[in-house]
């Protein structure tokens, strides 16, 4: 958007400047033409008075000095002849020059004499004017001029220069106020795109500045703060509700758990199996506010991570793994643990928290086999860890859903449906992320961001 902006406002700008440019250059031009032809032209009327009065009393000495004076001063050559040609007086051009042999002509006859082109700073060369000597229709003589147009030109040229600098600096002022107003527009829209992603990343109360811009982006930006006052109060709400109803949960549920191993030994063997059921459900229920909690502090960690309130900590990969692999009695050969030491952007715990999850999920439907490799992509700057299993693998549908709360797939599958939720949360609160792929087998791999190279 900004480049567009730019782009409108600086040919407006251009246009603007190139509108008020051409007609003053064209004017310039003009005017120092239409001096060039008067100025000469009121010589050629001096002359022309002066052969009439030379005609009329046969005496030519008067114009004879008058022609020689102006070749002196202006170095214009001037040439004065009577009806029958033959020269009156001349400084610098001879009668019988063939290039004057039209113009003559003409003047001769009374004919108009043409229109001097526009003096250009790339004009050159002469301009010949010539005017008839005599009153009404009788025509005693002609006065021919020959001028240079140089130093017109040259004059043209220099107010051409001062023409164009003013409008490259009209231009740069135009680039300057565009740049402001461009800055003034769109700055206040930057902002608050970066709130936006802001918020979109977990960080709490991002706000934006509220006194730039127009007058309706700063209403927005207004808008945008309390918006985001209101979304980090809800998910505080959230968070609150989730870990003090587990919390508010567990003490009865321990209660209820320490009457039901009470009762154990005494319960009828015909109420074995209603027992034995509502131990099941207390564990489940157990399993659920254990979940419950870890994702809370799933979602708190994200929201911390996010506005920068934890310094960056880092975790052996390798160790790890290893480390939970042999937990959980999963195998891990030799050869799936790289030489260097991959060292991650995210704490040892939780990527043992996510560890669990994965293998625990492999090994309860994966079908007994469970492999587990990892790596690093130093190019794309990232590590990673592949839990494999030969189970039943999900649908694309299903991968797709997978890491949202409370999904458990098939309704007969034990479990809360919150292990890969707090898995996936915890990952992209680091900058990673959890990648489910396989339909004969579920491949789950965990991606973090490496330690940046010193």
């Known amino acids: 958007m900004r480049r567009r902006l730019l782009l409108v406002l600086l040919l407006f700008s251009a246009a603007a400047v190139t509108a008020f440019a051409v007609p003053l250059l064209a004017s310039t031009a003009t005017e120092r033409t239409q001096r060039f032809v008067i100025d000469r032209t009121s010589g050629l009327d001096r002359f022309a008075a002066l052969a009439q009065q030379a005609d009329t009393t046969g005496d030519a000495a008067a114009l004879a000095d008058e022609v020689a004076a102006y070749v002196r001063l202006y170095g214009e050559p001037v040439l004065v002849v009577d009806a029958r040609r033959r020269p009156v007086a001349q400084a610098g051009i001879a009668a019988d020059d063939p290039d004057l042999a039209d113009v003559l002509d003409a003047a001769l006859r009374n004919q108009p004499a043409p229109t001097v082109p526009v003096v250009t700073p790339w004009s050159s060369g002469t301009v010949v004017f010539a005017r008839p000597v005599g009153t009404g229709t009788r025509v005693a003589g002609a006065v021919v001029l020959r001028a240079s147009v140089d130093r017109a030109a040259s004059d043209v040229a220099r107010r051409w220069l001062w023409v164009l600098a003013g ?19 769109l700055g206040p829209l930057a902002e608050l795109a970066a709130g936006v992603r802001a918020v979109a990343a977990g960080e709490r109360r991002a706000h934006v500045p509220e006194r730039s811009g127009p007058p309706e982006v700063r209403e927005l930006s207004e808008s945008f703060n309390r918006m985001s006052d209101a979304v980090t109060e809800a998910a505080d709400q959230q968070r609150r509700l989730i870990a003090d109803t587990s919390h508010q949960l567990r003490n009865p549920m321990a209660a209820l758990r320490l009457r039901m191993d009470t009762l154990g030994g005494r319960v009828e063997p015909g109420g074995l199996r209603a027992y034995d059921a509502g131990l099941a459900e207390i564990e489940r229920l157990e399993r659920l506010l254990d979940g419950l909690l870890a994702l809370a502090s799933a979602e708190s960690t994200a929201t911390e991570v996010a506005a920068g309130g934890r310094e960056p900590e880092f975790a052996d990969l390798g160790a790890v793994v290893v480390e939970r692999a042999g937990f959980w009695q999963v195998p891990v050969p030799g050869a799936a643990v790289p030489g260097l030491a991959v060292l991650v952007r995210c704490p040892e715990a939780e990527v043992a928290q996510v560890l669990d999850v994965l293998l625990d999920n492999a090994l309860k439907y994966g079908g007994g086999r469970v492999r587990v490799a990892l790596g ?12 494999s299993d030969d189970g039943p693998g999900l649908t694309a549908e299903e991968r797709a859903l997978a890491t949202t709360r409370f999904w458990r797939g098939r309704s007969d599958r034990p479990g809360t449906g919150l292990g890969l939720a707090i898995a996936d949360r915890l990952a ?20 973090l961001p490496l330690e940046p190279a010193l």
């Not at 106020?177 to 461009?182: G, M, P, S």
């Not at 992209?428 to 991606?447: D, H, N, P, Q």
């Open 376 to 387: 690093a992509d130093r190019a794309a700057g990232v590590g990673w860890v592949e839990v």
């Open 428 to 447: 992209r609160a680091r900058g990673g992320a959890l990648e489910l792929s396989g339909t004969t087998g579920l491949v789950a791999r965990l991606v």
């Open 167 to 185: 409008v490259l600096a009209a231009g740069a002022g135009s680039v300057l106020l565009v740049l402001a107003v461009a800055r003034w527009l």
